[in-house]
């Protein structure tokens, strides 16, 4: 499921990238958050059956919890710092 989820993103961003109009920001927007949604909910699964102990599988709902959180956080201070130092 990671192959196909990744499979969806990539036009997505390809389509950010060449995007000329407002309709095609939607487009790759749209196609991005498909494939990112199937990405973190296929993600959190390998994690949990990665820790093979039964009573650690929250530890790793946890981990997954954090990880988006900080990225949907850190990412667009990140990019607003970076749009900041070009100007």
Same mark, same amino acid.
């Given at each position: 499921?990671?192959?196909? #989820?990744?499979?969806?993103? =990539? ?11 407002l ?7 749209l !196609?991005?958050? !498909?494939?990112?949604?199937? !990405?973190?909910s296929?993600?959190? #699964?390998a994690?949990? @059956?990665? @820790?093979?102990? &039964? @009573?650690r599988?929250?530890? #790793? #709902? =946890? ?17 607003? &710092?970076? !749009?900041?130092l070009?100007?």
């Amino acid at each position: 499921m990671i192959v196909p #989820a990744l499979a969806v993103v =990539m036009p997505g961003s390809l389509v950010f990238a060449f995007a000329s109009s407002l309709t095609g920001l939607f487009i790759g927007r749209l !196609l991005t958050e !498909l494939g990112s949604g199937a !990405l973190s909910s296929v993600c959190t #699964a390998a994690l949990a @059956d990665l @820790d093979a102990v &039964a @009573d650690r599988r929250p530890h #790793a #709902a =946890m981990i997954a919890t954090f990880a988006f959180t900080n990225g949907a956080a850190l990412g667009p201070l990140a990019s607003s &710092a970076a !749009l900041h130092l070009e100007t």
